[in-house]
């Protein structure tokens, strides 16, 4: 038996997008709410956000939910990373946030609005190890004052790690289903089919649960992540080397305006030398003979001059 990456678009929302239970589940997990406010029920929303301005940009989230307290939850699996992603995922929960509030309603109605962010991809500095980011609006002098309504998590799934045994357990499970199962992987760890929900969403990643109409859609996401793999990575190679090319010219120009600028230096300590030599020179030139002409007055010969002058 194989079963299918669960990162997949297709996959994700087969097994988060129609059971609810495992979606609830799942956010227990992954989310940082306080003791006491775990989700206890789930109601699925239209993935599909389109904005009070008929101007602003729609866009359509994997999961969209809320639970019995009206809070709403968003959740979005991203195999590439883009700098733009993080006001992608602004924007959306924003507009997730006022779309809560109908006309003529106070602004008491509105609900936190979470934000999970899953992302096969790294994007925090180099040589930084954690995988989970928590974000919430605070204030910079006394970060126990917050804002509420905004929360967003990120979690960067090539540095997952178990970090700690007192980690949730169930954390570390759901983590594990998301980056152990590969595309057509056919042995699953024994540890993850234990947990009877971890072993229900393995269920539904079956190969032969899918319709050949989906297993095309399936391949096709992968065709175009490689193609935007592809993409991103001549983007790069050609930033490199048009930042080569273009460091070079640099380096060269300002190599010959240090040049310029160290020959003009060089060349008139030079000339300062040389004319204060050849000054001195012509002075002591000058010099002799004025006592050359005065010695020719008071009768000396040529000769006796000569003689003197060479002492």
């Not at 500095?125 to 126990?144: C, F, R, S, W």
């Not at 391949?219 to 048009?242: C, F, I, M, N, P």
Request: proline residues 4%.
């Amino acid at each position: 038996m194989r079963y299918l990456d669960p990162k997949n678009d297709v996959t994700f929302k087969r097994v988060f997008g129609e059971h609810p239970h495992l979606l609830l589940s799942f956010l227990n997990a992954l989310l940082p709410l306080p003791p006491g406010q775990e989700i206890v029920s789930l109601e699925y929303l239209t993935p599909e956000l389109v904005p009070q301005i008929p101007i602003l940009k729609n866009s359509t989230v994997d999961v969209r939910c809320c639970d019995a307290r009206n809070r709403h939850f968003i959740v979005e699996m991203q195999v590439l990373w883009t700098d733009s992603f993080y006001k992608r995922v602004l924007f959306n929960a924003s507009k997730a946030y006022v779309k809560q509030l109908r006309t003529g309603q106070d602004y008491h109605f509105l609900q936190p609005v979470y934000s999970l962010n899953l992302v096969d991809d790294t994007f925090s500095p180099k040589g930084e190890m954690d995988y989970y980011h928590h974000y919430q609006i605070v204030n910079l002098a006394n970060t126990e004052r917050q804002i509420e309504g905004l929360e967003f998590v990120f979690v960067e799934l090539p540095k997952f790690r178990p970090k700690t045994p007192e980690e949730k357990k169930l954390r570390v499970l759901w983590l594990r289903y998301l980056t152990e199962i590969k595309d057509r992987e056919s042995d699953i760890s024994q540890d993850l089919l234990d947990n009877s929900e971890i072993r229900e969403a393995i269920e539904y990643l079956q190969e032969s649960a899918f319709s050949l109409g989906e297993l095309d859609a399936y391949d096709g996401y992968w065709d175009r992540v490689a193609l935007e793999r592809t993409r991103k990575t001549d983007s790069l190679v050609q930033g490199e080397h048009v930042g080569f090319v273009k460091g070079l010219e640099k380096g060269l120009e300002k190599g010959e305006q240090i040049g310029l600028e160290k020959g003009e230096q060089i060349g008139l300590e030079k000339g300062k030398q040389i004319g204060l030599e050849e000054g001195e020179q012509i002075g002591r030139e000058k010099e002799l003979e004025l006592v050359r002409q005065r010695m020719l007055a008071k009768g000396f010969t040529e000769a006796e001059i000569q003689g003197i002058l060479k002492e």
